[in-house]
């Protein structure tokens, strides 16, 4: 049996004939769907959108829950992000020693409604030389700016201070720090200045956020306190005799 053999394709004009008309229109409108479909799915991707994505595969990005700064039915007060419970404690942050974490205790008052507090003497913590080591590292990265390397409020940022106002300069306010070596410091409880360190007093501001281990705020305690046994002890002044009265 013969094989059928393939008919040569016709030339036109030594070339093949063109495709119809009908099939590259076809042909260009497919291909630009497929352009149109690709670049909506790229943008969905990134764009920011009120309704959720479809997703036929509910994964981790796509929970059921309640996010915050929402609204919802579910609570009276129609917020999503609730208030936390008055009187709960993180684990771990129960911080039940007076002493070491606050340096003070406060029992209510009834009769004057309000707190009466009392600051602790003493020191919570070991005091030895890695103790006073730690509070000087910690009292310079702080305390020296304003008060000074000896504590006795003549830091470079004092300094700084004190030049500006004797030169004049137009809204210069300043307030000189304490001398943490004096009499009035001296006797006040160790409580005293750690409640200093926690909440500031004054025009000095807390660094309660800044020295967030109470072991480095007593450490700074103890090296004040070694601050004042070295520095020496300003005589008070001589009376001035009164005039005889005539």
């Known amino acids: 049996m013969a094989s059928r053999q393939a008919k040569p394709q016709r030339l036109i004009n030594g070339r093949f004939p063109s495709v119809p008309f009908w099939m590259r229109a076809l042909a260009l409108t497919f291909i630009s769907l497929s352009l149109l479909v690709a670049a909506g799915v790229l943008r969905s991707r990134g764009a920011m959108m009120h309704e959720p994505r479809v997703h036929f595969v509910q994964d981790m990005d796509n929970q ?3 996010k915050t700064q929402h609204k919802t039915d579910v609570f009276a007060d129609g917020r999503a992000s609730r208030p936390q419970v008055p009187g709960t404690v993180a684990m771990g942050q129960l911080n039940a020693d007076d002493h070491l974490f606050r340096g003070f205790t406060a029992t209510w008052n009834v009769q004057q409604n309000k707190y009466d507090s009392t ?39 004092a300094a ?42 004054r025009n000095m501001g807390p660094y309660g956020a800044s020295i967030q281990n109470p072991t480095d705020r007593w450490a700074i305690v103890a090296y004040v306190r070694a601050l004042q046994v070295s520095a020496p002890v300003a005589k008070p002044a001589a009376a001035t005799p009164q005039a005889a009265v005539n």
């Not at 008060?147 to 409020?153: A, C, D, I, S, V």
């Open 160 to 201: 700084r201070a004190d030049k500006l106002q004797r030169d004049g300069v137009a809204g210069m306010l300043w307030t000189a720090p304490s001398n943490l070596t004096d009499e009035l410091r001296r006797g006040r409880p160790d409580g005293h200045i750690y409640n200093t360190i926690v909440n500031g007093i």
């Open 64 to 66: 059921v829950k309640l």
């Open 119 to 157: 600051f602790l003497d003493g020191i919570p913590v070991k005091v030895d030389e890695a103790l006073l080591k730690r509070g000087q590292l910690r009292f310079n990265t702080y305390c020296m700016p304003c008060h000074g390397y000896t504590g006795q409020g003549v830091g470079p940022v």
